[in-house]
């Protein structure tokens, strides 16, 4: 028989973040590969087109860069309280995502919104019933 090693909270939520940033990145990386999108690369004509919405793009994909050794530094209160918010956040951001990408070309980015509204919703699961400790 294997054993069954029990996983800390913290690990579990910083793996989780880390898996749905991968997600992200992927999705990302992906998209080059669709129609277009090198050029519109090159004359700047993308989704990315002001320094604003580069801004706003980043400070996402790094909160949840972030979240990752968040999960494993803060103390317990903090900890949950920023992964249940950050969580539930990321989840509605990828149900809206995937809602709204109907082209075929991006397909697999509604794939990767289904799976990482999974994954944050997840995070948000395992927060909110953070062990108690035990009282002695």
Not at 11 to 31: H, N, P, Q, R
Not at 41 to 66: H, Q, R, V, Y
Not at 73 to 96: E, S
């Amino acid at each position: 028989m294997l054993e069954n090693t029990k996983v800390n909270i913290k690990i579990k939520l910083a793996a989780l973040w880390t898996s749905v940033t991968l997600c992200y990145l992927y999705g990302d990386y992906f998209e080059l590969y669709t129609p277009d999108k090198v050029n519109s690369l090159i004359t700047g004509e993308n989704n990315l087109d002001s320094p604003t919405k580069l801004l706003i793009a980043s400070i996402i994909l790094a909160i949840s860069s972030l979240m990752v050794a968040a999960s494993v530094i803060l103390k317990p209160k903090l900890n949950r309280i920023l992964n249940i918010i950050f969580g539930a956040l990321f989840t509605l951001m990828q149900i809206a995502i995937g809602i709204y990408t109907t082209h075929e070309w991006y397909l697999f980015y509604v794939f990767l919104a289904f799976l990482e509204s999974i994954i944050t919703a997840l995070v948000v699961w395992y927060a909110w019933k953070w062990p108690k400790k035990k009282l002695d």
